[in-house]
Nanobody, 116 residues
Framework: QVQLAESGGGLVQPGGSLRLSCAAS????????MSWFRQAPGKEREYVGA????????NYDDSVKGRFTISRDNVKNMMYLQIHTLKPEDTGVYYC?????????WGQGTQVTVSS
């Protein structure tokens, strides 16, 4: 059974940094690309970025390029989202997701709040 669990969220001041983690289990981790999405209050869930299964390639939404970095550890079955220079508009619930055998799985999300 595929399971994803995000962690690392919290309250951060503008300009700060944060690293989110996503622990995965139930599938061959390195065989699948993974993505991060986020959902701000009152808004639809939006794409943040993705990383290939072998970590050889990443893709980011234009809104986060240069501040967000996605990485993964295929030994530990972990994916990470490093966020720098946090802005209030980065506030929201961050989700990791993977599509395995035509089914998309989501974690429960981790809350990031950027406020002074």
């Amino acid at each position: 059974q595929v399971q994803l669990a995000e962690s690392g969220g919290g309250l951060v001041q503008p300009g700060g940094s944060l690293r989110l983690s996503c622990a995965a289990s139930g599938y061959v981790f390195g065989n699948y690309a993974m993505s991060w999405f986020r959902q701000a209050p009152g808004k639809e869930r939006e794409y943040v970025g993705a990383i290939s299964g072998d970590a050889g390639g990443t893709n980011y939404d234009d809104s986060v390029k240069g501040r967000f970095t996605i990485s993964r550890d295929n030994v530990k079955n972990m994916m990470y989202l490093q966020i720098h220079t946090l802005k209030p508009e980065d506030t929201g619930v961050y989700y990791c997701t993977v599509r395995v055998e035509n089914t998309r799985y989501w974690g429960q999300g981790t809350q990031v709040t950027v406020s002074s």
